[in-house]
């Protein structure tokens, strides 16, 4: 069931369809770690399929990851940057999460498919900016924050002349527009946002993207307590 349904949404996306075993055993390490922890609220197969990895995989149609250094920010399951790899191996992914137990399980879905080249990094993105600054061609993220906030944690991770891609809403209009400031002031640029739909479903969703126009001021991020507090 869940693999017809990965083949015909990579087909409608006009994607190969190589790593469809790859997501189905993923599908199953989800479901059964699901019941002892609290990984997503989506549990059946066929909203596993769409609502994860078709929605993780529709990123490739819209931007080009061949090659790249990629960094997930709040992957929580591994999406999208798990699907993203799966389905196009030449990316180098760098998975990061604030719970050590998501990482965890991470580890071991890589370890069960073999995808010996993941990284996945327990830290908090504010953080991880310290010793990774200004290192990956594409930031990713979906779920996490608010636009504005989201930039900061993000934004500082991107090298100038790559791009942060955030997954987000058709809803998502006044977010973009709150976020203005902050992604200037980050060495950002906003793009014009990216609709698609999730092949299956009447789910319509967005891809924000944000370049990477010049170097973000040292002063950012600042700690979290400071970016909820007073987001720029
Ligand atoms: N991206 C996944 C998970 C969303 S839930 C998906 O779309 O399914 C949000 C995740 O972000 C949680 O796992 C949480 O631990 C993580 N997170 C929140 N703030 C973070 C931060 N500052 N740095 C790293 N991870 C963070």
Redesign the pocket.
């Known amino acids: 069931m869940m693999e017809a349904i990965l083949r015909e949404g990579l087909e409608a996306l006009s994607l190969p369809s190589g790593g469809v075993p790859a997501l189905v055993r993923y599908g199953e390490l989800l479901a059964e770690k699901n019941k002892v922890m609290n990984l997503?609220a989506i549990t059946d197969p066929a909203g596993t399929a769409r609502l994860?990895f078709l929605d993780s995989a529709a990123l490739l149609t819209l931007a080009d990851f061949r090659g790249k250094a990629v960094v997930?920010?709040?992957?929580?399951?591994?999406?999208?940057g798990l699907p993203l790899k799966i389905l196009e191996p030449s990316i180098r992914l760098t998975l990061?999460?604030?719970?050590r137990k998501?990482v965890d399980f991470l580890e071991e879905v890589c370890r069960d498919l073999g995808l010996g080249d993941v990284e996945c990094v327990h830290?908090?993105?504010?953080e991880?900016a310290g010793e990774r600054r200004e290192s990956f061609d594409l930031a990713v993220?979906?779920?996490?924050?608010a636009l504005p906030v989201l930039a900061e944690?993000c934004l500082p991770l991107v090298k100038p002349g790559g791009a942060f891609l955030a997954?987000k809403s058709v809803g998502s209009g006044e977010e973009l527009n709150a976020a203005g400031r902050a992604v200037q002031l980050l060495g950002g640029r906003l793009e014009r946002p990216l609709d698609y739909a999730i092949p299956g479903t009447d789910v319509r969703h967005r891809l924000v993207i944000l370049t990477k126009i010049g170097e973000t001021p040292k002063k950012y991020p600042r700690t979290?307590a400071k970016i909820k507090k007073n987001p720029l």
């Open positions: 997503t994860h997930d920010v709040g992957t929580g399951a591994g999406f999208p990061l999460d604030a719970q998501r830290g908090r993105a504010e991880f993220s979906r779920a996490v924050a944690l997954m979290f």
